[in-house]
Each structure stands twice: as C-alpha cells, then as structure tokens.
C-alpha cells in the first residue's frame, strides 16, 4: 500500500513540472509575437493603414496648398478616319480580277495601278463604238448628196436640215461611244479586254473587298478605299450629365494609349445630335492633325478644359506613394500615429508639385517623403 502511495505522489509531481514547462514555453512565445520589430519604431495597428510611430519627428510633414485650374473633362475614343477625306475605288467594268498589286494598309500615290480586270464590257463597248462609227460615215455621205441636189435645185431647204440633224446626232453617238471606251479602261485604238484600275487620290487603304480571282462588279461594291490620313477624327462617348460642358470649336488634349507621353491637340468639329439610349452617351467628333502616328482604331484620351477655374490641392510629389495603381499619402493622427490616405492625382505641376483632384484639403498636413515611411514600415 505505502508503494502504491509513493508511485502517485511522483506521477502528479511529474505532471505539475511538465505543465509548468509548457506554460513558461507558451508565455515566451505569446511575448515574443507581440514585441515590436527590432530597429523600425513602429508598431502596428489592427487597421492596417494605421500605425505607431515612436519617433513621429523622424519624418518632416508639409502642409498641402490651394490650386487653381480649369475644370477639365476626360473622355475616351477611338481614332477615324476623316470622312471628307475618304475616297472609294470605283469600277465602272465588271469582269474577274486576274492581277492584284495593292493590299489593306498600303500607302499609294494619285495613279497608282491597283488592280487589273478581265471584263466582257470592252467587247460590248467596242461594238458600239464601232457601230456608232458605221452611222456617222452614212449620215456625212448623206449630207453632201443632199447638197449637192439642193444647190441644183432638186431637193428642198427641210431635207437638207433633216439630213444635216442626222449628221450630228451621228457624230454625238460616236462621242458617246468613245468617252464610254475610255471610261471603262480601254481606247478606241487598241481596245483590250482587260482594264487597269488606278488609284484616284494618295492615301492609305482602308478597306479592302476584293482578292485575286475575285469577281467585280461595275458600280456595285468598291474593290478598295482609299483615306487621308493626315487629318482624322477622333470619336469620343460623352455622357449625358457632361455634354453641356464641351461646345463646338473647344480644344482638346489627346494623349494616344499606344504614345502616352506624346500629346497632341484637337478641336471638336461636330456633336452629334443622337443619344445611345442605353449607355446614355452622345458621341463628339475631334479633328486631330496626324503626325503619322495615329493609326485607325486606336484608342484615346481627349481632355476638355473648362472656361471655369476649379480648386485643387497640389502637394510635393515625394508626398505621394504609388502602390498598386493607386496613389497614398501618409498624414498625422493623434497618439503618435499615421495613417495612410488614398487620393486622386491629377496633372503634374511645376516645381515638383503634384496636384490632388480628391482625397485631401488644402492645408492638410502630410509626411513630406511617404517613400521614406514606407520603407521604415516595411523594415
């Protein structure tokens, strides 16, 4: 009995030094987590964009100053082609395209040859000419036996009228005839059924309807368009709420997605009197002088600026972080903290100033080198 009492009281002596140990394991650990970083002097908040600093002097503030600026409106669109500047090859042949030397995105030049057609219209044509011809040769030997008759007396003043209408209407079908040849291509020389389709104006081309082989129809589908490029349009959605802000003949800033850092201007030519009646937006119409590098269907930004003055904020830009595609400032709260402020940046001004469209006041203070704080957090 006395060892069985001895067994218990060294099983519960074992068991109180083992909860023991664990218990000062689980203290050491539990203070460990919650001590600060070594070194960084900033302690963590649970809102993750709050923080204590133990050091607030550490990092300078500057106070955000009033800006002025007109009101600006940015809008997008997508790079056209100027209409009035936009030319279609016609054919007035029908036939089959058996020579093909031009393609979409070629530059050519006034006369250049685009296409070569085989086409039966010739034929007919030449007929017809040929005809027309035959008739007018008739009608002038005609005509001078109706004269000669009537200056011997024997035939009246109305036949020799009759026969000379014949000798003109003659001569004006043969004229048809011929203008029609060369409309169409050919020559009344050297008449070929095949037709050489050049180009009507320099340009780009921009549509392209035909390919080797293909069909051609006279006056029907154009084989090519051909655009001038040197002045195009930009088309940009306007929303409902904003339209009474852009006005005909207003400058516009164009800044190009594909060339971001190369701006261009523009002027509103047009705004067109219909509404998308689901997105509620109106399209306005900018021409834009091209420098060769708007290519048709790229997209853009076009700014409006306002003939009103707004007020802006404007900060140093060191004040600003970019994070993820977004813009943070870090300004003061009670208790040694700071916390990090989301604002909207604007356009860049001189002195190494940045303007602040929301997110701040004009005399807010701020922590002059964000990048400083943020790399102190991040230690």
Not at 50 to 70: C, D, I, K
Not at 225 to 232: A, E, F, H, K, N
Not at 367 to 379: D, F, G, K, R
């Amino acid at each position: 009995m006395r060892s069985k009492v001895l067994a218990c009281g060294l099983m519960l002596t074992l068991l109180g030094a083992s909860l023991a140990t664990i218990g000062c394991k689980k203290d050491s650990t539990d203070a460990a987590a919650e001590a600060p970083p070594q070194g960084t002097g900033i302690i963590q908040d649970f809102d993750v964009v709050s923080f204590s600093v133990e050091h607030p002097e550490q990092f300078p503030l500057v106070a955000a100053v009033e800006h002025r600026a007109p009101a600006s409106l940015a809008v997008t669109g997508t790079v056209n082609p100027d209409i009035d500047r936009t030319v279609p090859v016609i054919s007035l042949a029908s036939g089959r395209v058996v020579g093909l030397f031009a393609k979409l995105g070629d530059t050519v030049k006034k006369g250049q040859l685009l296409l070569k057609v085989r086409s039966d219209d010739i034929s007919g044509a030449f007929a017809n000419y040929q005809m027309a011809v035959a008739d007018e040769v008739l009608a002038k030997a005609q005509l001078e036996r109706t004269k000669d008759i009537y200056e011997h007396g024997g035939m009246a003043l109305n036949d020799l009228q009759v026969a000379q209408d014949a000798e003109d209407k003659a001569k004006i079908t043969v004229d048809t005839a011929s203008e029609h040849l060369r409309l169409l291509g050919s020559t009344t020389d050297h008449p070929t059924g095949i037709v050489d389709i050049t180009a009507p104006v320099s340009g780009v081309i921009t549509d392209q309807q035909v390919t080797n082989a293909a069909g051609v129809q006279s006056l029907g589908t154009s084989p090519f368009t051909i655009s001038d490029l040197s002045y195009v349009w930009i088309v940009c959605d306007v929303y409902e709420n904003d339209l009474g802000n852009v006005h005909m003949g207003d400058l516009a800033d164009i800044a190009l997605n594909a060339y971001p850092n190369k701006p261009l201007k523009g002027r509103v030519s047009n705004i067109l009197p219909i509404l998308d009646p689901n997105i509620r937006t109106g399209k306005v119409r900018i021409e834009v002088a091209n420098p060769g590098l708007m290519k048709v269907g790229m997209f853009a930004t076009a700014t409006f600026r306002g003939q009103k003055d707004e007020v802006y904020t404007a900060v140093p830009a060191s004040a600003i972080l970019h994070l993820h595609d977004r813009d943070y400032i870090y300004i003061p709260a009670p208790d040694k903290k700071f916390k990090r402020v989301e604002v909207v940046s604007g356009d860049a001004l001189p002195n190494n100033q940045q303007e602040i469209k929301s997110g701040i006041k004009p005399g807010q203070q701020m922590v002059s080198n964000a990048l400083a704080m943020q790399h102190t957090i991040e230690q």
